[in-house]
C-alpha cells in the first residue's frame, strides 16, 4: 500500500511539473538544438536551402575572429565585474554605517539599477558625446584636457566608456546585496575583535571578508555570467565598433546572423560561446551548494 501510494506521489508529482517541462523544452531545448543543428550547414537568411557543412562554419569561426572577440569579451568582462564589485562593496560599507541620510541613499543609489538598459545606453551616449557630452564639457572647463575627446570612437577610449557606464548601471545591486550580507555579521566577533587590539583594517580583512566570502564569490559569479551575454549596452553605445574593438560574442553573434545573413556561422559562434557560459554555470553551481568560491 505504501510503495502504490509512493508510486502515485511520484506520478503526481511528475504531472504537476509536466506543464514547466513542457515550457521549457518548447522556449530552450528545441531552438538550443536547432541552434546546435544549424551550426553543422551552410545557411542563410535570405537564401532558400541549406547544404551539410559539418565542422567548417566551426573552423572558419575559430580562423576568422573568434579570438579577438573572445579577448574583447574577457577585457569587457573583466573590466564590467571589477569595477562595479569594488564601488557596490565600499557603498555597502559605508551604508552599513550610522551614516546620516543612509535610507534615502540607498533609495537613490538603486536609481540606476531600475533604470531600463537602454535608457541607460543612451544617458551615457549624450554623456560620452564627442560635440555636446556633457563629460568633455567638464573635462575641457577644469582645464584637464585641450579639446574634446571622442570617447566612443576611438579604440582606446571606446571599450574603456563601455565599461564604465555598464559599472554604473550594474553597482546597485552588488551593493544591496552585499549590504545585506554585511547586516548579518555578528556585532560580537567585531567586538571581540576590537578588545583583542583589532583595528578598523584587520577586523574588514579577519572578521568582514571571510563572512562574506560566500556571499561575495555568488555576487561575482552572477556578474561574470551575465557580462559575458551582455549586448544592449555595447550595441547600443558602439555597436561593437570602432573597428570592431567592443565587439562581444553578443555582438558578433547578432551581426553574423541579421548583417551578414549567415545563420550557419552565427550558430558556430554561438555553439562556442554556449561553451564559456556553461563552464561559468557549473563554476556559479558549485559555489553555491558550497556557499563559498571553488
Do not use: C
Not at 8 to 28: I, K, N, W
Not at 95 to 109: E, H, K
Not at 144 to 159: I, K, R
Request: glycine letters at 10%; charged letters at 10%; hydrophobic letters at 60%.
Amino acid at each position: 500500500m505504501n510503495v502504490r501510494g509512493g508510486l502515485r506521489d511520484r506520478t503526481f508529482g511528475f504531472l504537476l511539473t509536466l506543464p514547466a517541462l513542457a515550457l521549457l523544452g518548447a522556449v530552450v531545448l528545441y531552438p538550443l538544438l536547432g541552434a546546435l543543428t544549424t551550426s553543422l550547414f551552410n545557411q542563410s537568411l535570405v537564401l532558400p536551402g541549406r547544404s551539410f557543412a559539418g565542422l567548417d562554419n566551426f573552423k572558419a569561426v575559430l580562423d576568422q575572429n573568434f579570438w579577438p572577440v573572445l579577448e574583447h569579451t574577457v577585457v569587457f568582462t573583466v573590466g564590467a565585474t571589477v569595477a562595479p564589485v569594488i564601488i557596490g562593496f565600499a557603498l555597502a560599507l559605508a551604508l552599513n554605517t550610522r551614516l546620516r541620510g543612509r535610507a534615502v541613499l540607498r533609495g537613490l543609489f538603486l536609481m540606476p539599477w531600475v533604470i531600463p538598459g537602454v535608457v541607460v545606453s543612451f544617458v551615457w551616449l549624450w554623456i560620452f558625446n564627442a560635440n555636446y557630452g556633457l563629460l568633455n564639457g567638464l573635462l575641457v572647463q577644469l582645464h584637464v584636457v585641450d579639446e574634446p575627446v571622442v570617447w566612443l570612437g576611438s579604440p582606446g577610449t571606446a571599450m574603456a566608456a563601455i565599461i564604465v557606464a555598464k559599472s554604473w548601471a550594474s553597482f546597485p545591486w552588488i551593493m544591496v546585496m552585499l549590504l545585506a550580507g554585511l547586516q548579518t555579521v555578528p556585532l560580537a566577533l567585531h567586538e571581540a575583535a576590537a578588545l583583542d587590539g583589532a583595528g578598523a583594517v584587520n577586523r574588514f580583512w579577519h572578521v568582514t571578508l571571510p563572512h562574506l566570502r560566500g556571499i561575495l564569490g555568488i555576487v561575482v559569479l552572477l556578474e561574470v555570467i551575465w557580462n559575458v551575454q551582455h549586448f544592449d549596452m555595447i550595441y547600443v553605445l558602439t555597436g561593437g565598433g570602432p573597428a570592431g574593438s567592443t565587439t562581444t560574442f553578443a555582438v558578433a553573434v547578432y551581426d553574423t546572423a541579421f548583417k551578414a545573413f549567415d545563420l550557419g556561422k552565427a550558430s558556430a559562434l554561438g555553439a562556442l560561446w554556449l561553451v564559456l557560459i556553461l563552464v561559468l554555470v557549473v563554476v556559479y553551481v558549485r559555489v553555491s551548494e558550497r556557499g563559498e568560491p571553488a
